[in-house]
Each structure stands twice: as C-alpha cells, then as structure tokens.
C-alpha cells in the first residue's frame, strides 16, 4: 500500500451534527451499492420513506434521495444516519463512510485531506487524524479497490507550458506551508507572500523548472519574498479606485497604502492588468445586489461597510490551518487534464481565504454588526469549504471551481483576477 501523509495539525472526532448530510446533499451512489442497499425494505421499516423516491439516477448513475429541506433521505431526527443505524456502519457507501477525509493519490503517496465543511474538523475537536491511520488505510484499500489510483507521473503541470518535478514541487509546498504556520505574520502577509512566491517562480525562465537549481531558486525568492511582504516599500501599482477597492475588499487590506505590500514591479504590472481586465466584471460586485449567506442576505453596500480589517487571533489560525491543510493534501490542483495547474490551483486556494472573508462580513451584515466575529469566520469557512468539498463526485479543485463559478460575481472574479 502506498505511504500516507497525514497532517499532524488536524483533530477530528463526529459530534454527531449531521451537517454532512444536509443542505446541498448530493452522494453519488454506484449502482451495486444501490442494488444492494434496495434489499432492505426501507419503505417498510420507516413509514416517512414511503413512496420517496431513495435512489434517483443522475448523470450515468443514481445519488441519494433529499428532502425539501436538502437533507438526505437516510438523515433520522436525531441527526444520526438510518442506514447506519439498520444495517451498521461497516455496509454504508464509502463515500458516506469517507467523510470528512479525501485520500488523495500523488506520485506514489496518499496525501489525507480533511475537509473544513465538518464543524468537529473546523473547531479541531477529538483526537489527532494521525490516530486514525488503520481506519484510514481500510478506507484507501477500498477505494482503491473501486476506483484503483491514478497512473504514476512523474511531473505535474506548473502552467500551461511547463512542467515541474514533485520533488520540487514539494519543496514549494513546505515553503509555503511553513509560512502559513508561522505565527508571527498576519494571514494578509503571508497570502501575499505567497502570492508574491507564485508570481515570481511564473516570471522565471524555463530552466529552473528543468534543472537542478529549482530549491536554490525557490530559497532565494522566499527571502526576498518575505522581506517585501513583511516590510512592503515598493511603489504602488498603478491601478484606478475601483480596482484598489477591489483588493482592499479581496485580501482585506487596511488602506491603499497596504498595496505596497501587495507588488512588486513584476507583481504589480500583471496584477494591474487583471484586474483592468476585470473592471468590467466587478461591476456586478459595486453595484446594487445581494450576497446569500446560509442565514440570510445581506446588501452588498452593507457588507463593505463592514469592518474586517482585524481579524481575531482565532480567526486568523483557523483561517491559516485551513490553507495549509489544502496545501498539504494536494487538494488544491487536479491531477492533469481533470483539473487545475499547480500554479492556477495555488492561486485559487490563496483566494479561498479572501472568499472566506467575504462572506464573513455577509455574516456580520446579515447580523447587522460592524464588525466581523471568529463565529462569523467560522460560519463563513463551513460556507466556502461546502460549495468546495461537499459533492461527492467531485474530486479535483477543477470541477470545484466550475461549481463555484457557475454564477454570480465569484465567476468573473475568480477567473479573470486570479486565475488570469
Ligand atoms: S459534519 Fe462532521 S461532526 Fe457533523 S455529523 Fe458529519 S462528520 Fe460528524
């Protein structure tokens, strides 16, 4: 059986708030599991299950029934599972018995995710994920039984043109994990550090990609990086006020002023000309509308109003710990031709904790407060990471991003701002 990574930062144990199984609920069900699962006269030992329909098809397969709430069929008002309750935990599906873990095969390993979308994985109650490695180990060899892994690659796709090795594409990964954890940098800083990194290593000749000097390179680049995030002093990009509202109200920085921080003159030129090219899309974004939050909606003047420049220290490490756990189990690009490049994925994941913030202030708007809370972040995490996660037969950020981008502002934004 191939290595597994687990990420050592991350607890988890069920609480039982069956939010797995509600709201957005779609588990794809392969057709043997529903041959299977139909042996059991559901209908017959629970009167509420009558004439629902507990197996609809869905594009070349079938998915569990919901109710109108969006809740699954299988979903008792206790918040816990009929199926595991009737025939037990062991003849579930797997992709039930999977949450909230995505084991997920990259050159010859298994890197564990968690998804954030679970209260108990958000709020790191239980045990450490480390704890649950045989659990873990039967779910891959079933998985990989159903589903067998991926060839080997020997490279991932950096950008569109070029390549770049997995070891050196690790190398950029720890550096960029490391940072998250750092507890002394504000997430601002390190997003734009980050940032900063990716835009560098895209501006680099194709060499470093194809020789021995990518870590020398990528060490150098994390300095200098990291001086300029921390300390800014380089001028501004020149970019008009809406675009400057637009990366104040995106990466939540305090004032202009802080664009500094934000460029480099490579980074602010190519920064500049997405978002000029973004003008017209973000004008959805600054005219009158709505944005919905899971409890209501909120305008969206009243959500600019609102005041997230100082996020709590709370809110800060949940925010970093989700970032960096997405890195870690390379949940942030597909594997090629499915999904995203490393670079694109990178990007995406950074802006993750932007999205994040926007919804939080919907939160607080919604509240009517001035202010963003940690509860307002934490609403707003389990928010983003469902649209992200939650489908069961989506499997690559690729598809995630077609999902969330399917409507609204997030579509023009994310793919001419970030993805450029
Ligand atoms: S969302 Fe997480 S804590 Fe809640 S029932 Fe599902 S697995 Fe358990």
Same mark, same amino acid.
């Given at each position: 059986?191939?290595?597994?990574?687990?990420?050592?930062?991350?607890?988890?144990?069920?609480?039982?708030?069956?939010?797995?199984?509600?709201?957005?609920?779609?588990?794809?069900?392969?057709?043997?599991?529903?041959?299977?699962?139909?042996?059991?006269?559901?209908?017959?030992?629970?009167?509420?299950?009558?004439?629902?329909? %507990?197996?609809?098809?869905?594009?070349?397969?079938?998915?569990?029934?919901?109710?109108?709430?969006?809740?699954?069929?299988?979903?008792?008002?206790?918040?816990?599972?009929?199926?595991?309750?009737?025939?037990?935990?062991?003849?579930?599906?797997?992709?039930?018995?999977?949450?909230?873990?995505?084991?997920? !095969?990259?050159?010859?390993?298994?890197?564990?995710?968690?998804?954030?979308?679970?209260?108990? /994985?958000?709020?790191?109650?239980?045990?450490?994920?480390?704890?649950?490695?045989?659990?873990?180990?039967?779910?891959?060899?079933?998985?990989?039984?159903?589903?067998?892994?991926?060839?080997?690659?020997?490279?991932?796709?950096?950008?569109?043109?070029?390549?770049?090795?997995?070891?050196?594409?690790?190398?950029?990964?720890?550096?960029?994990?490391?940072? &998250?954890?750092?507890?002394?940098?504000?997430?601002?800083?390190?997003?734009?550090?980050?940032?900063?990194?990716?835009?560098?290593?895209?501006?680099?000749?194709?060499?470093?990609?194809?020789?021995?000097?990518?870590?020398?390179?990528?060490?150098?680049?994390?300095?200098?990086?990291?001086?300029?995030?921390?300390?800014?002093?380089?001028?501004?990009?020149?970019?008009?006020?809406?675009?400057?509202?637009?990366?104040?109200?995106? &990466?939540? %920085?305090?004032?202009?002023? @802080?664009?500094?921080? %934000?460029? @480099?003159?490579?980074?602010?030129?190519?920064?500049?000309?997405?978002?000029?090219?973004?003008?017209?899309?973000?004008?959805?974004?600054?005219?009158?509308?709505?944005?919905?939050?899971? !409890?209501?909606?909120?305008?969206?003047?009243?959500?600019?109003? /609102?005041?997230?420049?100082?996020?709590?220290?709370?809110?800060?490490?949940?925010? @970093?710990?989700?970032?960096?756990?997405?890195?870690?189990?390379?949940?942030?690009?597909?594997?090629?031709?499915?999904? &995203?490049?490393?670079? @694109?994925?990178?990007?995406?994941?950074?802006?993750?904790?932007?999205?994040?913030?926007?919804?939080?202030?919907?939160?607080?708007?919604?509240?009517?407060?001035?202010?963003?809370?940690?509860?307002?972040?934490?609403?707003? /995490? &389990?928010?983003?990471? !469902?649209?992200?996660? !939650?489908?069961?037969?989506?499997?690559?950020?690729?598809?995630?991003?077609?999902? %969330?981008?399917?409507?609204?502002?997030?579509?023009?934004?994310?793919?001419?701002?970030?993805?450029?």
């Amino acid at each position: 059986m191939a290595k597994i990574l687990l990420p050592d930062w991350i607890n988890y144990e069920c609480v039982g708030c069956g939010r797995c199984c509600r709201r957005g609920f779609n588990i794809y069900c392969p057709a043997a599991d529903k041959e299977r699962l139909e042996k059991t006269d559901w209908a017959g030992r629970f009167s509420r299950l009558a004439e629902k329909k %507990l197996f609809p098809a869905t594009g070349g397969g079938y998915r569990f029934g919901v109710s109108e709430s969006g809740a699954c069929l299988f979903l008792d008002d206790d918040n816990l599972c009929l199926m595991h309750k009737e025939i037990g935990y062991e003849n579930k599906i797997l992709n039930c018995r999977m949450y909230p873990f995505k084991l997920i !095969h990259s050159h010859g390993k298994v890197h564990v995710g968690v998804l954030f979308s679970c209260p108990a /994985v958000m709020e790191n109650r239980g045990a450490p994920v480390a704890s649950r490695k045989t659990q873990i180990e039967k779910l891959l060899a079933e998985q990989d039984r159903l589903f067998p892994p991926p060839p080997f690659e020997e490279e991932a796709r950096f950008d569109k043109s070029r390549k770049i090795s997995y070891r050196d594409l690790r190398f950029l990964e720890d550096v960029i994990i490391e940072a &998250l954890a750092e507890g002394k940098i504000s997430l601002i800083k390190k997003i734009v550090f980050a940032s900063e990194l990716l835009d560098r290593l895209e501006a680099c000749d194709d060499e470093i990609f194809t020789g021995k000097i990518f870590y020398e390179t990528l060490l150098h680049m994390r300095e200098r990086a990291l001086d300029e995030a921390l300390n800014g002093g380089i001028s501004a990009p020149k970019v008009g006020k809406l675009e400057q509202a637009l990366v104040r109200q995106f &990466l939540n %920085l305090p004032n202009a002023a @802080s664009l500094t921080d %934000l460029s @480099s003159s490579s980074f602010g030129k190519r920064f500049s000309a997405r978002l000029r090219r973004a003008g017209m899309a973000l004008a959805g974004l600054f005219s009158p509308g709505k944005i919905h939050t899971e !409890h209501g909606a909120a305008e969206i003047m009243a959500v600019r109003k /609102v005041d997230a420049l100082h996020l709590p220290e709370e809110s800060e490490e949940l925010l @970093s710990r989700y970032l960096r756990t997405r890195f870690f189990a390379r949940m942030y690009f597909g594997r090629e031709g499915q999904g &995203l490049t490393v670079l @694109s994925g990178a990007r995406l994941t950074l802006s993750l904790a932007a999205l994040v913030l926007w919804y939080a202030k919907a939160e607080a708007a919604v509240r009517g407060a001035a202010a963003v809370s940690p509860e307002d972040v934490k609403r707003a /995490v &389990l928010q983003v990471e !469902h649209i992200f996660s !939650h489908l069961s037969n989506l499997d690559s950020s690729g598809q995630a991003l077609q999902l %969330l981008t399917r409507s609204g502002w997030p579509r023009l934004l994310l793919l001419h701002v970030l993805l450029g």
